[in-house]
């Protein structure tokens, strides 16, 4: 008999609400994340405004909230002013980062009105790597600003008269990582961090800032940095950053199905260094979490940026996702949400073509990857609070992170409703999984659906574009207290229970 998991969802435990910035994405000035990813003035489907309305509707039915922007990497070799204006006016440029030709038709007010029609909120980086505080408070007042001053005054000329209002600002991308452009010490960034957080308090101190952490947990100086730059930075920002990416190209399936466990860890050990900070310096204040970089991505197939050659918009990490992949995916939004009481943001790197979610083709179509059905169900679904959910469950060991349990879960209750959403992945590759499931008296199921594949290589392309999909669920057996279903190998499955008799307006 195969040994079953279990599982009780109980709306009187909860970890914390889901807040809506957990579905964030990232669009970088990298490859085609810009030029024909969001943005391809002549293509069939281009608006006024030359962004492609096709990419627009998949932005929102991936229920993304909130979009990082313009770096990552790139913005720390940026000028701001050479992204505004007449386009015709603006110069090209190269970026360092991932050494391309950058002609700027695209910038911050172009990145705006794509953010106002896909309704996300924005997120602003920094450069503060070959730039600093004077540059940094220039970008907000251009954005921010009313006008009656010289940029906000340059803002209103150049066709915008209402100020962005941006709310969210990162103080810099990875600056830990010898890569980067303005590479720093932690001394040297928490204090940069802090002047530049200082003054925009002083501009506006409703603004959310976020430090950077560091650029992955494999860093030499990975939780010492997140320690010193706090220090500096404690009283004036309101979350420190965590990026990770998982490569299953080692060959190791069963700790890349695993890779839930890194993320938990990171961010377990990065509370504990700031809760460690703020007792150390007598704070009542609490940081939060912002994991804007994280996704599976094929790393191990990269060979670096000093591998590329100079070109203007290249094919860069354009990896094709297959269900695999997508089950890790399901699984790190399973970890966002487990840790929801101290992860405030989140952002999967990136929106499309790079690493992405969402693939395009120049003049041709956009299609969706496995990745993006998991995020676009849970952004859906995941309404209200966060249920502390402790699964039982057989375990499989794994090289790299030792046992872990088959069965990672979450659940989520939204007391308006009264419907809970339960998100469960199988990572066993060998074996379904029967699980039990505790619930309150009196529920229905409103939807059981899962993602599934004999072939657990089974990829979405321009001519398949839905090889793999959400399909219903099946042999889910429901009584009066509790629930039971088999977890198909290596998949992601969503099951919505709704009370027999819904509830009143009031």
């Known amino acids: 008999m195969a040994p079953t998991a279990h599982i009780t969802l109980d709306p009187s435990f909860r970890i914390g609400p ?19 990813g969001v943005f391809e003035p002549g ?18 039915e991936l229920g993304v909230t909130l979009v990082r922007y313009p770096g990552g990497n790139f913005v720390s070799n940026y000028r701001w002013e050479d992204g505004v204006g007449p386009v015709g006016d603006r110069p090209a440029r190269l970026d360092l980062a991932w050494r391309s030709l950058e002609d700027n038709s695209f910038g911050l007010n172009e990145f705006m009105a794509w953010a106002a029609k896909a309704g996300v909120e924005p997120m602003m980086a920094l450069n503060l790597g070959t730039r600093g505080v004077a540059e940094a408070l220039e970008l907000v007042e251009y954005a921010n600003y009313p006008g009656g001053t010289r940029l906000s005054e340059l803002r209103r000329s150049h066709g915008v008269d209402k100020p962005h209002d941006v709310r969210l600002w990162c103080l810099g991308n990875e600056l830990d990582g010898p890569w980067q452009m303005g590479h720093k010490t932690a001394g040297e960034y928490g204090r940069l961090a802090a002047e530049t957080a200082r003054a925009l308090k002083r501009f506006d101190p409703g603004l959310s800032l976020v430090a950077c952490g560091s650029s992955n947990s494999g860093m030499p100086t990975f939780g010492a940095w997140e320690a010193e730059v706090l220090e500096a930075t404690y009283d004036m920002v309101d979350y420190i950053s965590l990026h990770a990416y998982y490569d299953p190209s080692d060959g190791d399936v069963d700790s890349f199905l695993a890779s839930a466990a890194d993320m938990d860890h990171m961010i377990r050990s990065i509370t504990a260094t700031a809760d460690h900070v703020g007792a150390k310096l007598r704070s009542r204040k609490r940081i939060k979490l912002s994991f804007d970089e994280w996704n599976v991505w094929y790393q191990s197939r990269f060979h670096g940026e000093s591998s590329l050659s100079w070109a203007e918009h290249p094919r860069l990490i354009e990896d094709v996702y297959d269900l695999t992949d997508a089950v890790v995916v ?62 039982e469950s057989p ?94 190998p290596v998949s992601w499955t969503i099951v919505r229970f709704a009370p027999l008799t819904a509830r009143s307006a009031s």
């Open 43 to 60: 293509h069939p489907l281009a608006d006024g405004d030359g962004l492609r309305t096709d990419v627009l509707e998949l932005t929102r």
């Open 395 to 488: 375990v499989i060991d794994t090289g790299k992170y030792g046992e872990v349990p088959a069965i990672w879960a979450t659940a989520t209750h939204d007391p308006e409703t009264g419907e809970i959403a339960l998100f469960a992945v199988n990572r066993d590759r060998r074996a379904p999984l029967p699980l039990d499931i505790g619930l309150p008296h009196g529920m229905r199921v409103a939807e059981h659906l899962e993602l599934a594949d004999a072939d657990p290589s089974a990829r979405n392309t321009a001519e398949a574009p839905d090889r793999v999909v959400p399909r219903q669920g099946t042999g889910l057996v429901l009584d009066d207290r509790s629930a039971t279903l088999t977890l198909p």
């Open 330 to 391: 399901g699984s790190l939004l399973i970890t966002l949400l487990r840790n929801a009481d101290r992860v405030g943001i989140a952002a999967q790197a990136q929106l499309a073509n790079v690493i992405a979610p969402i693939m395009t083709e120049p003049g041709g179509p956009a299609w969706r990857q496995t990745i993006f059905h998991p995020f676009a169900l849970t952004a859906r679904h995941a309404r209200g609070e966060v249920l502390r959910v402790e699964p």
């Open 18 to 36: 889901v807040e809506r910035r957990l579905f964030g994405s990232f669009v970088e000035h990298m490859g085609r994340s810009v030029y024909t």
